[in-house]
């Protein structure tokens, strides 16, 4: 998947399609704000200078990783949004916790892919340690938040092309 010392924003290469049509949500976890605001800018930013419009990028904020999962439902049901893209950080500790809060936000999100049939993009970063958050949020590997966004919008032009 990653290679060290390589810059994972992939998108410079590859064409991106036409998202001035479209319409984001972005449900971002509080938890490690540093790393997790970044990834939210990186995001936006994406969207943006692919022309979706500011007024098409609806923004929620969720405590916690955990909740995003919920976060991004809501959004599905209440907006009209073609695509939500869920961003967060789950800093590997000393107990247990990372291993739940990774699987419970993983499993919720592909469900909500299905039960929702749209694109809910997982752009939650999994890392060691801060160092290795900080080099994926804008840092020596790129922002995976840019990532999630050229995936979302690369998701729904795929749906449209059917
Ligand atoms: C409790 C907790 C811990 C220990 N670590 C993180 C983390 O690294 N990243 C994250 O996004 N959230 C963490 N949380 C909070 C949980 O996601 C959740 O908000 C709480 O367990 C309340 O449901």
Redo the contacts with the bound molecule.
């Keep these: 998947m990653s290679s060290v010392n390589n810059n994972l924003s992939w998108s410079k290469g590859a064409a991106v399609p036409k998202a001035s049509e479209y319409s984001f949500g972005i449900v971002w976890?509080e938890?490690?704000e540093e790393i997790t605001g970044a990834l939210r800018e990186g995001a936006y930013k994406t969207l943006l200078s692919n022309g979706v419009k500011p007024e098409n990028i609806l923004i929620k904020a969720v405590?916690?990783?955990?909740?995003l999962t919920l976060g991004a439902q809501w959004l599905a049901e209440k907006t009209e949004v073609d695509a939500i893209i869920c961003l967060?950080?789950?800093?590997q500790?000393e107990?247990r916790?990372?291993d739940f809060?990774c699987n419970a936000v993983a499993q919720g999100i592909t469900d909500l892919n299905r039960e929702y049939n749209m694109p809910v993009i997982f752009g939650v970063l999994t890392p060691e340690n801060q160092q290795q958050a900080i080099d994926r949020a804008g840092g020596k590997h790129g922002n995976k938040g840019d990532e999630a966004a050229i995936t979302a919008i690369k998701m729904v032009a795929l749906e449209h092309s059917f």
């Design positions: 976890a938890w490690n405590p916690g990783s955990f909740e967060g950080c789950v800093i500790g107990t916790h990372f809060i």
